[in-house]
Each structure stands twice: as structure tokens, then as C-alpha cells.
């Protein structure tokens, strides 16, 4: 099992220093989100600090930009790491994607599947000077040894894409090598809706269900008392509301037994009430959906929750406590040495 730190991108100037004290630390790799900084060049940055370590978007926005750049970009990057790199790829919601950055998003599951496999294309085109890509959304099919980046001594990138509901699920069983599991889905819904779905999407490819790895975000609340867990269990409380108002994610609340959490949060949310947002996420909640633990119990926790489900634990919020980080990073390192 491989366990990662999740960050947002950093200025530049702090980005090669937390690339280097993740290594440091005992971490597998470091995913990047995508929020007002771009993944891919902080993923640069950490790559020429620190040699060796696995780097991910987690996830890249993907519409915005057209498969050929966002191609060229994780090529780069993947020689860059000598091989240690990974693409991961989502739609965000509407709203970002038409009004923030102007482009369309119409049948977003269709388009990002379409999407996916023109960037494999272009995995292609780059070693064999073909591309030839004829699909719903996008035609590529012409590129000259100038306009290409040519054969690199690494394997092709990993495309891992986000995906929530069944339909998505058995699309990057499909197509993608890799799923983002978002950071609401708890157990059971991995058992109910991920595994499942996966592997029919594999299965209808001709794929294995082994070859598509599982990527799982995990809130946790560690310390030795309830005091030194209090804050980061208000962290993860905070987080959950913010995720948990989104319509298409209420049917992971309501399948967990917290019916109508969403639209509890909703209301909360119109009237500006952030402090009533988090009143709706409850101790039980978070129970449900996030593991709470002493140091020593922490590793025998993620273990007994993510063995044989997870290909790659990325921590949450381990880095929500700058001087808990190293803690957490021995932890990665007992969970990688199993």
C-alpha cells in the first residue's frame, strides 16, 4: 500500500521545500489538487526537488484544457520523475467549468471518457509520430516531429479520473488506469458502488479489475487525548460539510444512514451560515466516515479499513498540523513496509 500527502500547489518558492520534506518524511508521493494554483507546475517544482518522489494531480481539471496540452504536460512530467508520475483527471461541476473558466460541459461522463482516451492517443503519437484520435468530442490527427516531444525512457503516464456515481465508476473501469475515490466515500460505499462498478467496466474492456488501482482520500483525527484531537476533528468536520452540501454526493450520506444531510447543509449554506454547515456534521458522522485514533493505532486502523480495497491512502490533513507532519510520515512509512 502506498500512502501519500495530499497539498493544494504551493508558491514556487515553498513548493520544492515540501516536496523535500515529504520524502523526507517517509511518503510514498505527493498529490497535488487543483485550486487557484496549477497541479502541473508545482508538480515541476517537486519533481527537481525531490528526486524519486511519486508525484500526482489529484485531480487536474480537465476541460479547460484541450487533450494535446494537458498530454504534452504530463509527458513531461512523467520523464521529469524518471517514470514516478501520474495524471489524474476530473470535471469539476458546471459552474467552474462555464463560468470561471469559459468552456463547455455538456455530457461531462461522456466527454472526460472521450477525453481520456485522447490523451492516450497522444501518449502514442508521441512515441510513433501518429496520432490518430476520432471520438464524440475530440479528432486529433496531425502532428509533426516539431509539434512533439518525442519518445521518453519511461512507460506511458498512469490517467486516473474522479468518479462518484456507478456511471463514472464503470467508466474509468473502462478507460482510465486509476480512480480518484472522493474524500466522502467511507466503506461502505466503496464496497456498494466502487469495487463493483470498477470491475464491470473492466470486465467489459477486457481489462482485469486488478490493473485499475484505487485511490482513497483518508480524513483522519490522531492524537493520545481528546484535546490534541480536537482540532483536526474540526478540521475534518469543516471539510465534511463542505463536501457534503454538493447534490450529487447526498446519496452517500443517505446510504450511510444520515438521510437528508445534504439538504440540511444546503440550507445552511444559502443563508451564508458556514458555523451551521458544520452544526449538521455531527460526532457520528465523522465516526462514519473518518478515522479517529491514537498514534500507535493509527497504522492497524488504516490497515484494518483500506487493506486489499486501496492501491494508494492519501492522507487528508496531514499536513493540516505542520509540526504533526513527520508523525504522519512515519506512519506512511510502517503502512509501505507491509
Not at 451564508?272 to 454547515?277: H, T, V, W
Not at 487528508?316 to 504522519?328: I, K, Q, S, V
Amino acid at each position: 500500500m502506498h500512502i501519500d500527502v495530499m497539498t493544494v500547489p504551493q508558491p514556487f518558492a515553498q513548493m520544492g521545500a515540501l516536496a523535500q520534506r515529504t520524502q523526507a518524511a517517509g511518503f510514498s508521493g505527493l498529490l497535488l489538487t487543483e485550486t487557484g494554483r496549477t497541479a502541473y507546475l508545482s508538480a515541476a517544482v517537486a519533481s527537481q526537488a525531490a528526486p524519486g518522489l511519486e508525484l500526482s494531480t489529484g485531480v487536474a481539471v480537465a476541460f479547460p484544457r484541450s487533450p494535446f496540452v494537458t498530454a504534452a504536460s504530463a509527458w513531461e512530467l512523467q520523464e521529469a520523475t524518471g517514470g514516478k508520475f501520474r495524471l489524474g483527471l476530473g470535471t469539476q461541476v458546471r459552474t467552474h467549468v462555464v463560468r470561471r473558466y469559459g468552456m463547455p460541459f455538456e455530457q461531462p461522463g461522456p466527454r472526460l471518457r472521450d477525453y481520456v482516451r485522447a490523451v492516450k492517443a497522444c501518449f502514442t503519437a508521441f512515441r510513433t509520430g501518429k496520432l490518430d484520435h476520432h471520438g464524440d468530442f475530440y479528432d486529433l490527427d496531425f502532428i509533426t516531429p516539431q509539434w512533439s516531444p518525442g519518445p521518453i525512457d519511461a512507460p506511458d503516464p498512469k490517467v486516473d479520473i474522479a468518479a462518484v456515481n456507478p456511471w463514472m465508476l464503470r467508466m474509468a473501469g473502462e478507460v482510465a488506469d486509476g480512480v480518484h475515490i472522493h474524500p466522502l466515500g467511507e466503506p461502505g460505499y466503496v464496497a456498494r458502488h466502487v469495487l463493483p462498478n470498477v470491475a464491470a467496466g473492466a470486465e467489459k474492456a477486457g481489462r482485469s479489475p486488478a490493473d485499475i488501482d484505487t485511490i482513497i482520500p483518508a480524513m483522519t483525527i490522531v492524537g493520545d487525548t481528546d484535546e490534541e484531537r480536537h482540532n483536526e476533528r474540526e478540521f475534518v468536520r469543516a471539510s465534511m460539510s463542505f463536501y457534503g452540501s454538493t447534490p450529487n454526493y447526498a446519496f452517500i450520506w443517505d446510504e450511510a444512514g444520515f438521510e437528508g444531510t445534504t439538504a440540511r447543509l444546503r440550507e445552511k449554506q444559502k443563508a451564508g451560515d458556514m458555523a451551521g454547515m458544520m452544526a449538521q456534521i455531527t460526532d457520528d458522522h465523522i465516526a462514519a466516515f473518518a478515522t479517529e485514533s491514537t498514534w500507535d493505532d493509527l497504522a492497524d486502523k488504516l490497515i484494518a479499513k483500506y487493506e486489499g480495497v486501496a492501491t494508494r491512502v492519501v492522507l487528508y490533513n496531514a499536513l493540516g498540523g505542520t509540526d504533526r507532519f513527520e508523525r504522519y510520515g512515519e506512519i506512511a512509512r510502517q503502512l509501505s513496509a507491509r
